[in-house]
């Protein structure tokens, strides 16, 4: 199920922009990168970062809201 969300919760945070805190931007950069190389395994991923699949949502949308942190999470999951 979250496979289905992945794709669509990165594009929508590239299209929005944002920058919250750096260390919410890099742990949510690492994050999707992970998924990205594995997504039949994201569930897993996010519990081994401690979150659940609302957690990640919200983080996103967090993101996704502030067009700093968004630039920085572009930048980030296209290295």
Same mark, same amino acid.
């Given at each position: 199920? &979250? ?9 929508? @945070?590239? #299209?929005?922009? /944002? $920058? #919250? ?8 950069? #690492? &994050?999707?990168?992970? &998924?990205?190389?594995?997504?039949? %395994?994201?569930?897993? &991923?996010? /519990?081994?970062?401690?979150? @659940?699949? %609302? ?8 993101? $996704?809201?502030?067009?700093?942190? $968004? /630039? ?8």
């Amino acid at each position: 199920m &979250i496979r289905a969300f992945v794709p669509v919760l990165l594009a929508l @945070t590239v #299209a929005c922009g /944002g $920058a #919250a805190s750096g260390g919410k931007v890099e742990q949510a950069i #690492a &994050i999707a990168k992970e &998924i990205r190389a594995k997504p039949d %395994e994201a569930e897993k &991923i996010l /519990g081994e970062h401690k979150l @659940t699949i %609302e957690q990640w949502e919200d983080l996103m949308y967090e993101i $996704a809201g502030d067009p700093a942190m $968004a /630039g920085q999470f572009e930048a980030g999951v296209q290295k």
